[in-house]
Antibody, heavy 116, light 107 residues
Framework: EVQLLDSGGGLVQPGGSLRLSCSASGFTFSDYGMNWVRQAPGKGLEWVSTITLDGRNTYYADSVKGRFTISRDNSENTMYLEMNSLRAEDTAVYHC?????????WGQGTMVTVSS | DIQMTQSPSSVSASVGDTVIITCRASQATGSWFAWYQQKPEKAPKVLIYLTSSLQSGVPSRFSGSGSGTEFTLTISSLQPEDFATYYCQQGNSFPRTFGQGTKVEVK
């Protein structure tokens, strides 16, 4: 059974940092691209970032480019999102998502709140 | 960037109805097009990928079609568990983009 356990969210002040983690099981992690997709309260889905199966290529939404860094450790079946210079508009549930051109399995999400 | 325009933003329907949701892309997306269902406080789940391929375990009353820049999700014989919000998504290029969502509500 595929499982994605996302964690690391919390309350942080504007300008602060957080590191999200996604622990994967139930599939061969190193065979799949992985993503972060977020959803602000009451809003729609917003793609944040993608990392290829080998970690060599990464892609970012313009809204987070230069502030967020996606990475993965295939030996630990884990993906990360390092978030710096956080803004109020980054407040959202962040989902770890399996897939590359489409997103075939989603974690339950971890809430990030940016507020003073 | 490929912009996705999804319509309608909401639709009221009854059990047994057929619901059609449309998504228009600002550029051609090839076959890299997917549809998702999201229920309140739950993570989205994929229904359709590659424009018309049904995800394993998804009921056959869901179907997808389209090409170029126009894509459609059809829900035939709407069931009580289908009242939810639906999103389209293109996977042809980065940034990946979603439609704004369509809420299917009880009439």
């Amino acid at each position: 059974e595929v499982q994605l356990l996302d964690s690391g969210g919390g309350l942080v002040q504007p300008g602060g940092s957080l590191r999200l983690s996604c622990s994967a099981s139930g599939f061969t992690f190193s065979d799949y691209g992985m993503n972060w997709v977020r959803q602000a309260p009451g809003k729609g889905l917003e793609w944040v970032s993608t990392i290829t199966l080998d970690g060599r290529n990464t892609y970012y939404a313009d809204s987070v480019k230069g502030r967020f860094t996606i990475s993965r450790d295939n030996s630990e079946n884990t993906m990360y999102l390092e978030m710096n210079s956080l803004r109020a508009e980054d407040t959202a549930v962040y989902h770890c998502v399996k897939g590359y051109t489409s997103f075939d399995f989603w974690g339950q999400g971890t809430m990030v709140t940016v507020s003073s | 960037d490929i912009q996705m325009t999804q319509s309608p933003s909401s639709v009221s329907a009854s059990v047994g109805d057929t619901v059609i949701i449309t998504c228009r892309a600002s550029q051609a997306t090839g076959s890299w097009f997917a549809w998702y269902q999201q229920k309140p406080e739950k993570a989205p789940k994929v229904l359709i990928y590659l424009t018309s391929s049904l995800q394993s375990g998804v009921p056959s009353r869901f179907s997808g079609s389209g090409s170029g820049t126009e894509f459609t999700l059809t829900i035939s014989s709407l069931q009580p568990e289908d009242f939810a919000t639906y999103y389209c998504q293109q996977g042809n290029s980065f940034p990946r983009t979603f439609g704004q969502g369509t809420k299917v509500e009880v009439k």
